[in-house]
């Protein structure tokens, strides 16, 4: 028999989403009401990318919809207040000027602004724009009321202004600011994570290693917040990605290229030889250097390269007549014909087809998907991680390197379609810089050959075999800009 009560509970408690305003419509609300997305996700409990992401297109669900669903509608009417109170004061002011003149503003009515969302703290707390000590809170948040005060006023000091980026590049915004942020300027993240998770394990190294792996996605997240405060541009956190970006099926890849080598040399000249086997430090790393699309994909066609922008491009590949004793730049490909690679492939390709190399045609260019882009926008979350495992390193704190490592290996691998990572959706970036790291590490074959090595062997991001005084030409040690011995074998009879 049919259960008619549990059908009534069920129709009780279904409801339709809440109706959201535009994307353009949220974000201009919100500036106009003059709030940072860090102050929004404050108070939403979401990060500042995500609120970007919403601003972009992408809409929340479940119960932080609801809760954005309050302030965008609250943000209305306020905002639909004051216009009318500005009107209303105009209209005034014109009555009473002919009566009463004009009388000179009250100072103290700086303290006391008749906002029911500007308060004066008992104390003073640091301020969510700059990090100085403020007297007031705006909407519940701690900021100064004059932004001479503010360490982030800075940013309306001159300073060149960027190239301009296409209108049509929705969701971008190029925000020009004055000094850049170093490394100092940021909380150490870091540290404060490990000493907190040490102290909740009572010491127990092994289980505050793992807690700390646990939790790098997020932690990761954090950090790029932090490191992006007082960052020239925006970025979409979510923006729409072209069907070539998308897996083919739940568990297949996507149709980006990434130029990883496997490469071996098919031949060595007769004789006993010692190879040393290098292990590359910290490539993903080094990798987060790379150019950037700041917002959604834009496609284009034409055998054309703008250095101003980045994303990815369909490619007919040179040949490559070097095979004997360089890998390919494109990785190990057996099937001839155009191909979808990323930026930093093509970059690669490009410059070695120039005059200085001439190893190789350039590349045909047919389509690309790409965005106005950077190369320093993950600089200072770079300087940080490299920072902390530098003095991990120094300290022989296996904790605190384990935890970086996995924050920046993590970051990279879960910015596609990953259940690990809801805050950043990018996976045109993680190919850049998964392709950056298969470059750099071409780089360094190149090197060794061009000083004179035999190189051997190219594997993955890391791994490049070599005959040779190498430490002629590379430093060895565990910094990122060094290598270290991962084998010695020999091969050949002498």
């Known amino acids: 028999m049919t259960d008619f009560g549990a059908i009534d509970a069920l129709l009780a408690g279904a409801k339709k989403e809440v109706p959201l305003p535009s994307a353009e419509e949220r974000r201009t609300m919100r500036e106009e009401l003059n709030l940072s997305r860090a102050q929004l996700a404050q108070a939403l409990g979401v990060s500042p990318s995500t609120v970007g992401g919403w601003e972009s297109g992408r809409d929340p669900s479940g ?107 929705q969701g971008v915004r190029v925000v020009p600011v004055g000094r850049r942020l170093q490394a100092a300027d940021t909380p150490d993240l870091i540290g404060t994570a490990v000493a907190s998770a040490l102290a909740e394990h009572s010491g127990d190294l092994g289980s505050a290693t793992e807690a700390l792996v646990k939790r790098a996605i997020p932690d990761a997240m954090a950090l790029l917040d932090h490191s992006r405060m007082g960052g020239r541009y925006d970025v979409v956190a979510h923006p729409w990605m072209p069907d070539v970006l998308r897996k083919q099926s739940s568990r297949g890849a996507d149709q980006i290229w990434e ?124 300087i940080a991680l490299k920072d902390a495992r530098d003095r991990a390193i120094a300290d022989n704190d296996d904790v605190t390197l384990e935890y970086v490592k996995a924050m920046y290996s993590k970051f990279v691998s879960t910015m596609g379609e990953s259940n690990y990572n809801r805050e950043l959706y990018r996976p045109d970036w993680m190919h850049l810089i998964r392709s950056q790291a298969f470059a750099n590490l071409w780089w360094k074959a190149h090197r060794a050959y061009d000083e004179g090595l035999m190189v051997v062997r190219a594997m993955g991001t890391d791994e490049l075999h070599v005959v040779g005084d190498w430490r002629a030409v590379f430093a060895e040690g565990r910094g990122v800009t060094e290598v270290k011995v991962k084998d010695v074998y020999t091969v050949g009879t002498g």
């Open 63 to 169: 119960e932080v919809r609801e809760k954005y669903a309050y302030f965008l509608e609250g943000a209305r009417g306020k905002l639909a207040a004051e216009a009318a109170e500005e009107t209303s004061a105009e209209d005034s002011a014109s009555s009473e000027s002919d009566s009463q003149g004009d009388a000179p503003a009250d100072a103290g009515q700086a303290e006391d602004s008749g906002d029911d969302d500007v308060a004066v703290l008992a104390a003073p707390q640091p301020c969510v724009l700059c990090g100085e000590p403020a007297r007031h809170q705006v909407a519940g948040f701690p900021q100064h009321l004059d932004p001479a005060e503010c360490g982030s006023a800075e940013a309306a000091q001159p300073e060149p202004e960027p190239e301009p980026q296409p209108q049509s590049e």
């Open 259 to 382: 130029a990883r080598p496997k490469w071996s040399r098919s031949e060595l000249p007769a004789g006993k030889h010692e190879i040393t086997a290098l292990d590359v430090n910290g490539a993903y790393l080094s990798a987060l250097k790379t150019h950037l699309p700041l917002g959604q994909l834009e496609h284009s066609t034409g055998n054309h390269h703008d250095r101003r922008r980045a994303g990815i491009h369909l490619i007919t590949p040179p040949d490559w007549e070097h095979d004997a004793y360089l890998p390919n730049p494109i990785g190990s490909r057996d099937e001839p014909g155009p191909l979808w690679v990323t930026e930093s492939t093509l970059r690669l390709l490009l410059r070695i087809s120039g005059p200085k190399y001439g190893l190789c045609d350039p590349p045909e260019i047919h389509e690309s998907w790409t965005s106005g882009a950077t190369e320093g926008l993950l600089e200072k979350f770079r």
